[in-house]
């Protein structure tokens, strides 16, 4: 049953590819901020997925986020999250990454139930022109 204080928790290595230079979001060889955010709602989605009907899934509504220290490529981060809200098909969860030597982001990410096949027919009526 979905409710709230359910957590989650990934861990990953900062590899070159993760970093901001080769991401496009900086020129240094560090974590970026979009690998950031992509830990951040993978950690999230994952923590909820098991207690979802089949069929649903969920997707990323906003973000709010600091990104507070830098992590070099070679080491490991990861991210925890905890779900604090629900209301309806609304889920808050908050999110926090960390390293070695402490913490790297905070914030909350919200995200929405949805039928996955309704909505992916709805995103591709976009390209057909319906």
């Not at 900062?14 to 979001?25: D, F, H, I, L, P």
């Not at 909820?48 to 986020?65: D, Q, R």
């Not at 600091?66 to 905890?82: L, Q, R």
């Not at 604090?84 to 790297?104: A, M, N, S, Y």
Request: glycine share 10%.
């Amino acid at each position: 049953m979905l409710e709230t204080g359910i957590r989650g928790r990934q861990e990953i290595l900062v590899t070159k590819e993760r970093s901001a230079s080769a991401v496009g979001s900086g020129l240094l060889d560090v974590f970026a901020t979009p690998a950031m955010v992509a830990l951040m709602e993978k950690t999230a989605w994952m923590s909820v997925a098991p207690y979802l009907e089949e069929g649903e899934g969920t997707v990323g509504t906003k973000l709010e986020i600091s990104h507070s220290s830098a992590t070099p490529v070679g080491m490991k981060v990861w991210c925890e999250s905890e779900l604090t809200e629900i209301d309806r098909r609304r889920l808050v969860f908050r999110v926090e990454v960390f390293d070695e030597k402490g913490p790297v982001g905070s914030g909350t990410h919200e995200r929405f139930i949805i039928q996955n096949e309704k909505f992916m027919a709805r995103a591709l009526a976009k390209k057909s022109g319906d």
